[in-house]
């Protein structure tokens, strides 16, 4: 077995500077090249991490044997077209959140991942959280749960580029272009929720209703959804204000007597139950998060390029495979058929997952849990 996973990354902005620097701590990674269609950023993350090299050409990447995997971290909509081409060339992939767009699109990846010999990991992060972990410890069975994603304007980059610095201001989220497809849109960015709400509530969606504007899908929404348990769960997303109080991610789950809510995944605060949760988790003098007991805090994206090492190099159970993935991407294109048709819509979590004895996947049908 190699000791070490040679790993280029694809897509070098916003988000590659902080998987870099988990790849650098990761004593079983290295980087070993990096690409970008714009030929600085390729350049500057290859300094950074001292790389071999940095190409705009993807195919050279794929065609080198001296790398193991990918870590895809390019604009959202380009994920499922770069795993399949990685996938076909033989690379282990990690890719950022969305890993696709559509369920077409999860199809094929799914079903190029199960023909082939390559480890597929996602980024939805949430779920590695320790108060997700805590969360889902304490509370069984949920009756209701409430995420909301807040993007204020000033943070779309979609928005500015459409509608100028008083995105929100300017002209009517109804007007946008790409909706909820878009950059930092509800899918982009609000896809967590999707995830989350999913795996927190042990129970498959069975109806969705999200509204849309004159039949056309809008980004900033409410999508609700009713699982199988009767349970059901309102995601919520803004790009037009961000309220002040509440942060960008906040979630709240009722179970009956005792219930949960989360600021951000930095605190955790129960009802009707004497477990504890997690004090505010704070930022010290140096700036390095550390949890109340004074360890550093780890927020479950940071262990991500660990656990990814670890999976192709060793095996053993993936922590987000590809039709775990998928989920929020089946939920997202459902709420946008309920917009479009005005109604709510039936849903059924096999049509998310492609197999090829058509069973559902094992991690689908325990909610991310895994194999036992
Ligand atoms: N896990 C998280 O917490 C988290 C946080 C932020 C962003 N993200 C996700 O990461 C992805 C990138 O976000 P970002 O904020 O870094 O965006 P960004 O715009 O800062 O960077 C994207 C980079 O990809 C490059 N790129 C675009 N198309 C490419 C292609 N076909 N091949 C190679 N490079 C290409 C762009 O030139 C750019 O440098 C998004 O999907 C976003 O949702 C995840």
Not at 123 to 152: G, M, N
């Amino acid at each position: 077995m190699a000791d070490k996973l040679n790993v280029a990354i694809v897509g070098c902005g916003g988000i590659s500077r902080y998987h870099l620097a988990n790849i650098l701590k990761t004593p079983t990674m290295r980087l070993a090249a990096t690409v970008d269609v714009v030929e600085t950023a390729a350049r500057e993350r290859a300094e950074e991490g001292g790389a071999e090299y940095h190409t705009t050409d993807l195919e050279r990447v794929l065609s080198d044997g001296g790398v193991d995997a990918v870590i895809i971290c390019s604009t959202h909509d380009t994920h499922a077209a770069i795993s399949l081409e990685a996938i076909a060339a033989g690379k282990h992939v990690f890719v950022e959140k969305p890993p696709m767009m559509t369920i077409e699109e999860a199809w094929a990846v799914q079903k190029a991942v199960g023909e082939s010999n390559v480890q597929f990991m996602g980024a939805w992060w949430f779920k590695h959280s320790p108060v997700t972990l805590r969360l889902r410890d304490v509370i069984k069975k949920p009756y209701f749960i409430l995420f909301t994603v807040r993007i204020p304007p000033s943070q779309n980059r979609r928005n500015k580029a459409i509608f100028g610095p008083n995105a929100a201001d300017g002209a009517h989220q109804v007007d946008d272009p790409q909706g909820p497809y878009g950059a930092d849109g509800v899918f982009d960015n609000g896809g967590y929720a999707l995830y989350w709400i999913w795996h927190v509530m042990r129970s498959q969606p069975v109806e969705i209703y999200a509204m849309g504007y004159g039949g056309k899908p809008t980004n900033t929404s409410t999508i609700v959804i009713r699982f199988d348990n009767g349970s059901v769960a309102n995601s919520v997303f803004s790009d037009v204000g961000s309220g002040g109080i509440v942060p960008k991610y906040y979630g709240e789950v009722l179970g009956g007597s005792v219930s949960a809510a989360t600021n951000r995944f930095r605190s955790l605060v129960f009802e009707g139950t004497d477990e504890p949760g997690f004090e505010e988790i704070y930022a010290d003098g140096t700036g390095i998060l550390k949890d109340p007991s004074g360890k550093p805090y780890r927020a479950g994206f940071d262990e991500e390029m660990e656990m990814f090492a670890t999976l192709c190099l060793e095996g053993g159970t993936n922590p987000m495979d590809v039709w775990e993935s998928s989920v929020p991407t089946f939920i997202f294109e459902k709420a946008i058929e309920s917009m479009r048709e005005r109604k709510p819509v039936s849903v059924d979590i096999r049509d998310a997952c492609w197999t090829p004895d058509g069973e559902l996947p094992e991690s689908v049908a325990t909610f991310g849990d895994g194999r036992e």
